[in-house]
């Protein structure tokens, strides 16, 4: 079972990023995905969630509007899709999903920073 992220980098305040989960190993449209993000020192939190069939979503208050969630069933893979990024968008991005959610990608690292 994997779970790879990708597409993290360094932007400037304002910029956009998408970034990729691709996931293997399991019955990747079956299940629920989110996105966490987490800084050092900091609890990890829960950014965005797709349920399984990609009616249900949830958003973080502070990325609503911004930030968008989406699966390709096709391809096995989830995106996020982070626009007006601000600099306290800084984190390390996991993707999460699989049975009781027991499935993480490694991070993929974003830095918004002029």
């Known amino acids: 079972v994997r779970l790879v992220e990708s597409g993290g980098g360094l932007v400037e305040p304002g910029g956009s990023l998408r970034l990729s989960c691709s996931g293997s190993?399991?019955?990747?449209?079956?299940?629920?995905m989110r996105w966490y993000r987490q800084t050092p020192g900091k609890e990890r939190e829960l950014v965005a969630q797709?349920?399984?069939?990609?009616?249900?979503?949830y958003y973080l208050d502070s990325v609503k509007g911004r930030f968008t969630v989406s699966t390709d069933k096709s391809k096995t893979t989830a995106y996020l899709q982070m626009n007006s990024l601000e600099p306290d968008d800084t984190a390390v991005y996991y993707c999460?999903?699989?049975?009781?959610?027991?499935?993480w990608g490694q991070g993929t690292q974003v830095i918004v920073s002029s």
């Open positions: 999460n999903s699989g049975p009781v959610f027991r499935y």
């Open positions: 797709i349920t399984s069939i990609g009616r249900g979503t």
């Open positions: 190993g399991f019955t990747f449209s079956g299940y629920s």
